[in-house]
């Protein structure tokens, strides 16, 4: 091959590189506002959808539940406010929250009780 059809098709394929970044940028951006504007799942939506008691995974989940040696006397993590207002469905979701929290607790305490002295 000469050096012209050689410079030509470099150039020539740089084009088509060029034209797929533009094709992948323009599907990137309507991908991303698509998720943008997408209907988020309202909280009550989700508080309905979580089960009635803690399942097994959230249980012995340690990140969520602490360990054996938790007395009580510290408290349970929650979600931050950041810098909004505390309204009543706020307030009421927090103790929610805190009351599954406390409730897991008591749940694996009294489970681990049960599986220490029966085994």
């Not at 929650?78 to 505390?86: C, G, H, I, V």
């Amino acid at each position: 091959m000469s050096d012209s059809v050689t410079r030509h098709f470099c150039w020539v394929l740089l084009l088509y590189i060029v034209l797929l970044l533009v094709m992948l940028q323009s599907l990137l951006i309507s991908v991303l506002q698509v998720f943008h504007h997408e209907r988020r799942l309202s909280q009550l939506d989700a508080v309905n959808e979580m089960p009635l008691y803690p399942t097994e995974q959230i249980v012995w989940d340690e990140n969520i539940v602490p360990g054996e040696y938790y007395s009580g006397s510290s408290c349970l993590a929650l979600p931050k406010l950041n810098l909004q207002f505390l309204t009543l469905h706020d307030y009421l979701l927090r103790n929610f929250h805190l009351f599954r929290l406390e409730s897991t607790c008591k749940y694996k305490h009294i489970t681990t009780e049960l599986l220490v002295t029966n085994y």
